[in-house]
């Protein structure tokens, strides 16, 4: 039972959705938008979060897109995992997207809410960051898509008050190279990750494009850990020297385990992608 | 815009039945189900979508009801345990004895009913993960598994014109 109570609330649009946040933000109230997650409903039974709304933005026809336009593959935030693999645009994203969660969670888990969660794994961004992937924010700065290098800095997505994540999308032609994906957990098939790996084929290099989730507090595009990997092997490279932050040191896994393991998935990941990337 | 502000009625749509129900914007469907609906089969468990206990099927997809809030399941089909009337799955789980305290078996039951109805032509390791969404504290998953495989194997059957053989005769 969630003990706090609040208003729940779902507008039609994604102007709807922003006046709304801003003037309960404005009359000093403490909205939510509840984008997909599961973590409002878990929080606010614990008390981490104590909303005086919840704004329900799943529903809004553009955070439900699933399109191809102007060659590039646009997917809605409102998605949940389960209906992108259903419909399986990406096979790099849906090797992903099947690791988060378990299945039954998967209907309710949506990309946006993987993504602005405060969870830090976020996944789902993996794919995305092995690529020129762009979002789709709606929010003070008006309608607009920007790259999401832009906006995803320091492992998690960076949003203005009230502003809502709408879409991502990539080039569809990068949704047909080669690519993997590897989870590694402490015990269970279902929990959160020590390192998952996300792999593309780079054309014309030897080494794949690498993104991470687990290994430290936030995913993050493993680009030093690309360019040592041309001169040495995973079990050579100075790991710690190519990392943005030293490895997490949690109940999941000590630092010196998890770097051990990221050492192991990359082999595996290497071998899998074959000699040339 | 939709909206449920303190205490207010609203109509949920629960085993093919029209059901008033009062809540609250912060209440979950779990909570409403069986606080205000009397349905009691969906468990409160971990209530923090781990265990599956309160496993319920929302628009024929097998979803965690303390994880959805109520005026999430506004205009939505929800059917929980007590709207499977002498369903194939149910019959399966009763001839392999697929529960032993029973905790979990609502929730079990919705999984396979889910999958029977949305991949009955599923192969083993996606019946396996579908099932990993629930814990069986009791840790029964042969039984529970064999009964899915009967179930599963019943509705393709059924498809060809055709039935099971007793749960005996069938191989594990």
Redesign the interface.
């Known amino acids: 039972m969630i003990a706090v109570d609040f208003a729940y609330r779902r507008p039609d649009t994604l102007a709807g959705a922003y006046e709304l946040f801003s003037d309960l933000a404005r009359r000093g109230e403490n909205p939510f938008y509840l984008g997909g997650g599961t973590e409002i409903v878990t929080g606010a039974r614990t008390g981490l979060f104590t909303p005086s709304s919840v704004i329900d933005v799943k529903a809004i026809s553009d955070l439900r897109a699933l399109a191809v336009h102007d060659g590039r593959l646009i997917l809605g935030a409102g998605l949940s995992l389960r209906e992108i693999l259903a419909k399986d645009p990406w096979p790099l994203l849906s090797h992903i997207l099947s690791r988060i969660a378990d299945h039954s969670v998967r209907t309710q888990i949506t990309l946006g809410g993987n993504l602005v969660g405060s969870i830090p794994y976020r996944e789902a961004v993996l794919p995305f960051l092995l690529t020129e992937s762009a979002v789709r924010l709606y929010g003070s700065g008006g309608d607009r898509w920007v790259p999401l290098a832009h906006v995803f800095t320091d492992g998690s997505l960076r949003l203005a008050v009230g502003e809502l994540l709408v879409a991502l999308s990539v080039p569809e032609a990068v949704t047909r190279l080669g690519g993997v994906a590897c989870k590694k957990t402490r015990f269970d098939w279902v929990d959160y990750p020590l390192v998952t790996v996300a792999a593309r084929r780079q054309p014309g290099r030897r080494i794949p494009a690498l993104a991470v989730s687990g290994l430290t507090s936030g995913p993050f595009r493993a680009l030093r850990v690309e360019d040592a990997l041309l001169h040495a092997g995973p079990a050579e490279i100075p790991l710690r020297e190519l990392l943005p932050e030293a490895p997490l040191d949690d109940r999941h896994g000590s630092s010196a385990y998890r770097e051990f393991v990221f050492r192991n998935t990359l082999e595996d990941v290497l071998e899998q992608l074959g000699p040339n990337g | 815009?939709?909206?449920?502000?303190?205490r207010q009625e609203i109509l949920l749509h629960v085993n093919g039945d029209r059901r008033r129900a009062t809540v609250?914007?912060?209440?979950?469907l779990l909570?409403v189900l069986r606080t205000e609906l009397g349905l009691t089969g969906a468990k409160p468990g971990c209530?923090?979508?781990d265990c599956?206990a309160c496993?319920v099927l929302?628009d024929d997809?097998?979803?965690?009801a303390?994880?959805?809030?109520?005026?999430?399941a506004l205009d939505r089909r929800i059917e929980t345990v007590e709207g499977l009337h002498n369903t194939g799955t149910q019959r399966a789980f009763l001839e392999h004895f697929a529960f032993q305290c029973g905790y979990c078996t609502s929730g079990f039951l919705m999984?396979a009913e889910g999958l029977r109805r949305n991949r009955s032509a599923a192969h083993d390791l996606e019946q396996i993960?579908?099932l990993?969404?629930?814990i069986c504290r009791c840790t029964g998953y042969a039984e529970i598994l064999a009964a899915v495989r009967d179930a599963l194997r019943s509705e393709v059957l059924k498809g060809a014109g055709l039935t099971l053989a007793p749960a005996a005769s069938v191989p594990s």
């Open positions: 815009m939709m909206e449920i502000r303190n609250r914007g912060s209440d979950t909570q209530e923090n979508g599956g496993t929302v997809w097998p979803v965690k303390c994880l959805m809030l109520a005026g999430d999984v993960e579908w990993r969404s629930n």
